[in-house]
């Protein structure tokens, strides 16, 4: 990382502020080229970590461009670890724009997006855990999740983890030794005691993965996905949960085209909920693409609302969602809506096709009736079982190792239990370790990298 790179830092429009930051060895040098400070000083020889006010002037005729602070932090205690200066512009696209281009004149790099934060991994100032919840971070949805990533970031959140760690790299060297020279050792294996700490690990790592759904939920908040054949009252128990005019309702089978979203909190979650097109006969281009994105969107869907239309025995175009909506083994909570009208459709046969640990609720999108319903049995049955207060977040990457690591865990009871240590419990141990490792980022891969640092936003 010898070249230098530079970004804006902050959203571009009409703001007070707005930060450029520069990190890398050239830094320092690039801003003493285009800062003019009120009392002339060096940039160059100024302390560390100190602020200075001035003008940005382009070098070739002298024009001032914006009136600035300039803050100077030098490596290694900065972010990246390199050397960075930030130049507060005002915020307006002008200033900042203008500032940039003499920046990159002067010799920096645009920064690619996450950049500066895999600056911060590859020289070591935080592990991989710490530069993702980074990214977390900035689109957390909750204030929750907020707690729960600023631990991850200041690296708290894995201490137990890295603690274990530790636990069986020792373990593992023991177990080496005993193998490689039995004649020199003092220390005898003791299967139960190791099998008492296999689990103690186990006990530690399930409880990172049963927090999996809840953090998931507080970050990203949760997605609720409303689906059925068309007609059946979907947009207008959409509208009726949000209590708001958000979806086009009519007796048109067909209204609903696109996806419509719109969000709300339950206990401090944000549920995002989606109305989707319906399904029935397909009458035109824009009706395909509409079911089209409404498989899609059920296919992504953390909880499905599928709504039936009481009033109306099933039919084959019901089937048709039931059958795909089966197929995705999501959660369902099952509304047979108008029931201010006649109730003709058999509920039994829902049930029996969704099991009886589906919940039904009768409603009407006309009258209200059983809308309180719908969201207390959201958020009792899908947003309280989830351990919500083990003040742990991990994501989709963590938890796939995670789940790992679970499995070599136990793989390595079982071969315990079978007998002494030999070469297979030696290589389990060493495939546990390098698990660790990978969860930690001391191990990585250029894609893997390359993977999680382009979800970040360019400045980050
Ligand atoms: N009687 C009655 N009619 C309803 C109810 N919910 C929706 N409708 C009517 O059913 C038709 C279709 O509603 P809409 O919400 O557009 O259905 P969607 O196609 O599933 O989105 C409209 O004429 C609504 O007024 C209800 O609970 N009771
Ligand atoms: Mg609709």
Redesign the pocket.
């Known amino acids: 990382m010898d070249d230098t790179i530079a970004a804006i830092a902050t959203s571009v429009g009409q703001s007070a502020i707005g930060i450029i930051k520069i990190s890398g060895p050239s830094a320092l040098s690039i801003a003493q080229k285009l800062f003019r400070s009120r009392k002339n000083k060096n940039i160059l020889s100024v302390p560390s970590h100190t602020l200075h006010y001035g003008f940005i002037v382009n070098p070739k005729n002298g024009q001032k461009i914006d009136e600035v602070l300039l803050a100077v932090m030098r490596g290694p205690h900065t972010y990246t670890r390199e050397d960075v200066v930030e130049i507060n512009c005002h915020g307006g696209r002008a200033p900042l724009y203008k500032t940039l281009d003499l920046v990159l004149e002067a010799g920096a790099r645009l920064a690619e997006p996450g950049e500066f934060t895999k600056r911060a991994f590859l020289n070591g100032r935080v592990d991989l855990t710490q530069a993702e919840a980074v990214i977390d971070l900035i689109t957390a949805q909750s204030e929750q999740a907020l707690h729960l990533l600023v631990n991850t970031v200041e690296g708290n959140t894995f201490k137990p983890i890295y603690a274990l760690q530790k636990e069986v790299e020792d373990w593992q060297a023991r177990i080496e030794a005993e193998l490689n020279f039995p004649q020199d050792l003092s220390w005898s294996f003791q299967p139960q005691e190791l099998l008492a700490h296999l689990d103690q690990w186990t006990k530690l790592v399930d409880t990172y993965l049963n927090s999996y759904e809840s953090s998931k939920f507080l970050i990203e908040g949760m997605k609720l996905v409303i689906a059925?054949k068309?007609?059946?009252?979907?947009?207008?128990l959409m509208n009726q949960i949000l209590q708001k005019e958000r979806?086009i309702?009519?007796?048109i089978?067909g209204?609903?085209t696109d996806v419509i979203e719109d969000s709300l909190y339950l206990k401090g979650i944000l549920v995002r909920i989606m109305?989707t097109a319906?399904f029935g006969k397909v009458k035109n281009e824009i009706e395909r693409e509409g079911m089209r994105r409404s498989q899609q969107i059920i296919s992504q869907a953390d909880l499905i609302l599928l709504?039936f239309d009481g009033s109306q025995p099933l039919d084959e175009h019901d089937l048709l969602v039931m059958d795909l909506v089966r197929g995705q083994q999501k959660k369902v909570l099952l509304l047979v809506?108008?029931?201010?009208?006649d109730i003709r459709i058999k509920t039994e046969s829902l049930i029996e096709f969704f099991g009886s640990s589906t919940p039904l609720i009768l409603v009407?999108?006309?009258?209200g009736e059983g809308i309180c319903d719908i969201t207390r049995i959201i958020a009792d049955r899908y947003l309280d079982d989830q351990p919500a207060n083990l003040g742990l977040a991990i994501n989709l990457r963590q938890k796939g190792i995670l789940a790992e690591i679970r499995q070599s865990l136990t793989a390595l009871g079982e071969l315990i239990r079978d007998g002494q240590p030999d070469d297979q419990v030696a290589e389990e141990f060493r495939l546990l370790s390098r698990l660790i490792r990978q969860l930690r980022g001391d191990l990585w891969s250029e894609d893997l990298i390359d993977q999680i640092f382009e979800k970040f936003c360019i400045g980050k």
């Open positions: 059925g068309a007609n059946v009252g979907k947009s207008s979806s309702i009519t007796s089978p209204t609903t109305d319906g709504v809506n108008k029931s201010d009208l009407s999108a006309l009258t």
